[in-house]
């Protein structure tokens, strides 16, 4: 081998070793996922009912980018298999609005429907109020599944109403006996980044999670 061919094999095999060492480290550092909790309810079809409870923020104010809207406490969920996943998620945001209508649907869900809160639907005694979609320019994010066809949007809080008062959307829907299913949002929430579709839209652990469905 010449000069030249060494070189190009040290330059791959750099590259590669430095490749094997990022990805290994985002798997040491990825955070710890949220057990969902389960209720002690069977769902339709077999399978428990576990519940998962979220809220979305317009700053975490923590971690590397305290400034950037995202999910807490984590964006990384684990449930059981062919589990029924009720979702509460308390949505604390003012509206950003979607650019794709088709996207103020709630599909995927059981029903295709979801219920909103004024209060924390745990707490009991509250009323929602049961919808298939929103008006598009009043969301704040939405929860997507794309791998399981499931897209829920989120309606934002009133910038007018007092302050705390938050939007708890509750949602549920089946998963599968395996699998690590991506989810996101598609509202373009990234405030100074392009089109806002760039920085917490695209980081895990803020607009971007997973769910790992297993035992």
């Not at 798997?27 to 428990?48: F, W």
Request: aromatic share 8%; hydrophobic share 40%; net charge neutral.
């Amino acid at each position: 081998m010449n000069r030249r061919g060494a070189l190009t094999v040290l330059a791959f095999l750099v590259a590669g070793g430095a490749i094997g060492s990022f990805v290994a480290a985002w798997l040491h550092n990825s955070p710890t996922p949220i057990t969902a909790v389960a209720s002690g309810e069977q769902g339709a079809g077999g399978g428990p009912v576990v519940d998962i409870k979220v809220s979305t923020v317009a700053a975490v104010m923590q971690g590397d980018h305290p400034n950037w809207v995202g999910y807490l406490p984590t964006t990384f969920f684990k449930v059981p298999p062919n589990a029924t996943v009720r979702m509460t998620i308390d949505q604390q945001d003012t509206p950003t609005g979607l650019r794709n209508e088709y996207l103020g649907l709630v599909r995927g869900t059981i029903g295709n429907s979801m219920t909103v809160y004024t209060s924390d639907p745990s707490a009991g005694g509250v009323t929602g109020k049961t919808m298939q979609a929103i008006d598009p320019t009043l969301a704040a994010h939405t929860f997507s599944v794309p791998g399981l066809g499931v897209s829920v949007p989120l309606p934002g809080v009133d910038a007018s109403n007092p302050k705390n008062t938050d939007n708890f959307v509750q949602f549920s829907f089946k998963v599968p006996a395996s699998g690590i299913y991506h989810w996101q949002c598609f509202v373009p929430c990234g405030a100074g980044t392009l089109y806002g579709l760039g920085g917490p839209m695209q980081t895990l652990g803020y607009m971007d999670g997973q769910i790992e469905v297993g035992p």
